[in-house]
């Protein structure tokens, strides 16, 4: 088999989990290439590589640890293109592949648990760490819309909704914008809904504390529109994984705070919100290798 002497085309290498990394079949519109000890191979699905594995597709060797600098590197067995995390450094390369491996990307495990914490790709082209922006491209997500905590005999409500996130250093915004388009009916009046961030982030509460019922740890701002009036208010971090949404119906901050939760019991009110949290997951990631 001769040698490839044309161009790679490698996507980022994705975190699917805190226990997973994926690498896509296609990039830029264009198949996955990848050159790996002279040749080139192009996976005809993805790649999914689980920290619990030890070989191809896994660890190295010995047992994925906290708070732990790994490399992740791409390889072949039997043929075939696969992925394997180290913590040997890319001079050496992964135990077992020594002699052909491309290195990809690393990452930081969590200070208290073995989960990755986020993946830092590489140009691989230029064989430099891609700092990666400051600010990065927005997302879609679905949102997880869950409540009225405070009267958790809610009826039942028929929504839309449109959400978008992005990283900005080790902060996640948030835009969102929530039509709700049916009567909630009057037992859910008092009470209020949270709004959850992307599957797999949590609020670092060592920069961002998180209280339910308070006012105190407002992390972004709520327009509302009930069809007649408008309305202004706040986002609040309400644990480590939801927003709370709270509407002024004055202009007082000392209003009471059961009366300004949103009530979600009438129809054809919009909600747009936009609100910034600091992300455990991307806290002190890559300081120091």
């Known amino acids: 088999m001769g040698r490839f002497f044309?161009?790679?085309?490698?996507?980022?290498?994705?975190?699917?989990?805190?226990?997973s990394l994926t690498l896509a079949?296609?990039?830029?519109?264009q198949p996955t290439i990848v050159k790996v000890g002279g040749q080139a191979y192009t996976p005809s699905s993805t790649v999914t590589l689980n920290t619990g594995t030890t070989g191809i597709n896994g660890i190295d060797t010995g047992t994925f640890t906290a708070n732990t600098l790994y490399y992740v590197y791409a390889v072949v067995?039997?043929?075939?293109?696969?992925?394997?995390?180290?913590?040997?450094?890319?001079?050496?390369?992964?135990?077992?592949f020594t002699s052909a491996y491309k290195y990809l990307a690393k990452?930081?495990?969590?200070v208290g648990s073995a989960a990755?914490?986020?993946?830092n790709s590489i140009w691989v082209g230029a064989s430099q760490d891609q700092s990666g922006?400051?600010?990065?491209?927005?997302?879609?997500?679905?949102?997880?819309?869950?409540?009225?905590?405070?009267?958790?005999t809610k009826a039942t409500t028929t929504v839309t909704d449109?959400?978008?996130?992005?990283?900005?250093?080790?902060?996640?915004e948030i835009m969102y914008d929530?039509?709700?388009?049916?009567?909630?009916?009057?037992?859910?009046?008092?009470?209020?809904?949270?709004?959850?961030?992307?599957?797999?982030?949590?609020?670092?509460?060592?920069?961002?504390?998180?209280?339910?019922?308070s006012f105190a740890y407002e992390v972004g701002n709520l327009y509302a529109y009930d069809g007649s009036s408008e309305f202004t208010g706040i986002v609040q971090a309400f644990n480590t994984t939801n927003l709370n949404l709270y509407v002024y119906t004055t202009i007082s901050v000392t209003q009471n705070v059961s009366q300004a939760r949103i009530p979600l019991n009438s129809s054809a009110v919009r909600y747009s919100f936009r609100a910034s949290v600091p992300i455990a997951e991307w806290a002190g990631v890559f300081t120091a290798d």
């Open 133 to 152: 922006a400051a600010i990065g491209e927005w997302q879609t997500f679905t949102m997880s819309i869950t409540g009225a905590i405070s009267n958790p």
């Open 77 to 96: 067995s039997g043929g075939v293109l696969g992925l394997i995390i180290s913590t040997t450094a890319p001079s050496t390369g992964p135990t077992g």
């Open 116 to 119: 990755i914490a986020d993946v």
């Open 178 to 213: 929530y039509v709700h388009t049916s009567n909630a009916g009057a037992a859910a009046g008092n009470g209020f809904y949270l709004f959850g961030l992307p599957s797999g982030y949590t609020i670092d509460t060592t920069k961002q504390p998180v209280s339910a019922g």
């Open 107 to 110: 990452f930081r495990t969590l």
């Open 6 to 19: 044309g161009y790679e085309n490698i996507p980022p290498v994705t975190k699917a989990s805190g226990t």
């Open 162 to 172: 449109s959400a978008r996130w992005r990283r900005v250093g080790s902060h996640m």
């Open 25 to 29: 079949t296609t990039y830029l519109g």
